[in-house]
């Protein structure tokens, strides 16, 4: 059995948003809801029938990564 290592592929769930954003992330923390004051990176897709966009700044993608403009997420390779 060979150790395979993980790969970053693009996330499409995930879209980035411009540079010039000034949406903060929505990442609140602790008992008392502090919001995170960085300007998010990134905008999640939420919601099937109604769909509605979370933005979060790059230390908040839930172990994704902010690449190149390119939210990704780490996947087991296929067989
Ligand atoms: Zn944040």
């Known amino acids: 059995m060979t150790i395979q290592e993980r790969i970053w592929v693009p996330d ?3 879209m980035a948003l411009s540079s010039e954003t000034t949406v903060r992330c929505r990442m609140t923390e602790g008992k008392t ?3 995170c004051p960085n300007t998010a990176v990134a905008q ?3 919601g099937y029938r ?3 966009w979370w ?3 790059a230390d908040h993608l839930y172990g994704r990564r ?3 403009g390119v939210v ?8």
């Open 66 to 68: 902010f690449n190149n």
């Open 72 to 79: 990704e997420s780490l996947r087991w390779p296929l067989p």
């Open 12 to 14: 499409e769930e995930w």
């Open 55 to 57: 933005a979060y700044c």
């Open 44 to 46: 999640f897709r939420r």
């Open 33 to 35: 809801h502090i919001r």
């Open 50 to 52: 109604l769909i509605s």
